[in-house]
C-alpha cells in the first residue's frame, strides 16, 4: 500500500512540475527536454520537484538515496558546451 501511493506522489509531484518521468519497481526515472532558451527554467523546475520529493518523502519515514542518484545529459558537442556551465 505504501508503495503503490509513494508511487502516485512521485506522479503527480512530477507532472504538476511539468516534469516526466518512468517507474519501475523501486527506481523512478525524471525527464526534462531543454534547449538553451529554457534551460534556467527547466533546471529549476527539476530541482524543485525534488526537493519537493524529498520533502513529502521524509514526511513518510523514507529517504532519496542520493547515493544511487545520478543525471546524463545527451547534447550535441557544440550544446554541450553550453550546458556545461550550468551543469558542473
Known sequence: MIKIHT?????????DLGISLQ???DDTQLYIS???DDLTVQLNSLESCLQSL???LCQNGLALNSGKS???LFSTPSRTV???QYLV
Open 7 to 15: 508511487a502516485e506522489e512521485i506522479s503527480f509531484i512530477a507532472s
Open 23 to 25: 517507474q519501475y519497481a
Open 34 to 36: 531543454v534547449s538553451a
Open 82 to 84: 553550453i550546458f556545461h
Open 54 to 56: 524529498r520533502s513529502r
Open 70 to 72: 545520478e543525471s546524463i
